[in-house]
């Protein structure tokens, strides 16, 4: 059975750091590509960054509002996905999700459609 566990959430204040973890179980990790997305109340999910395989190298996408304050990497002996958030800013609040993509699905990593598995969410709440 397919879990996708997210961990690190929590109440923090601008300007702080929060890392978010990922721990898969299930399937094939090392194969899948991964991402973040994210949804804040009443908005929809928005991706936020991803990570996959291209051959032997790693390919990493992140979208404007977090490039160069949020980082993603991964530990495949581990099974786990994290997400380093720095400089973190009142409007990233939201639930944070992990997805992982099968690896025949070809193409960016942005579209949440095209992610087969999710996990629950973990809530980051960055106060002013």
């Known amino acids: 059975q397919v879990q996708l566990v997210e961990s690190g959430g929590g109440l923090v204040q601008a300007g702080d750091s929060l890392r978010l973890s990922c721990a898969a179980s299930?399937?094939?990790?090392?194969?899948?590509?991964m991402g973040w997305f994210r949804q804040a109340p009443g908005k929809e999910r928005e991706f936020v960054g991803g990570i996959m395989w291209i051959g032997v190298s790693i390919r990493l996408d992140y979208s404007d509002f977090v490039k160069g304050r949020f980082t993603i990497s991964r530990d495949n002996a581990k099974r786990t996905l994290y997400l380093q958030m720095d400089s973190l800013k009142p409007e990233d609040t939201a639930v944070y999700y992990c997805?992982?993509?099968?690896?025949?699905?070809?193409?960016?990593?942005?579209?949440?459609?095209?992610?087969?598995?999710w996990g629950q969410g973990t809530q980051v709440t960055v106060s002013s």
């Open positions: 299930g399937f094939t990790f090392g194969t899948y590509a």
């Open positions: 997805a992982a993509r099968a690896p025949q699905v070809v193409g960016g990593l942005r579209v949440p459609g095209e992610y087969g598995y």
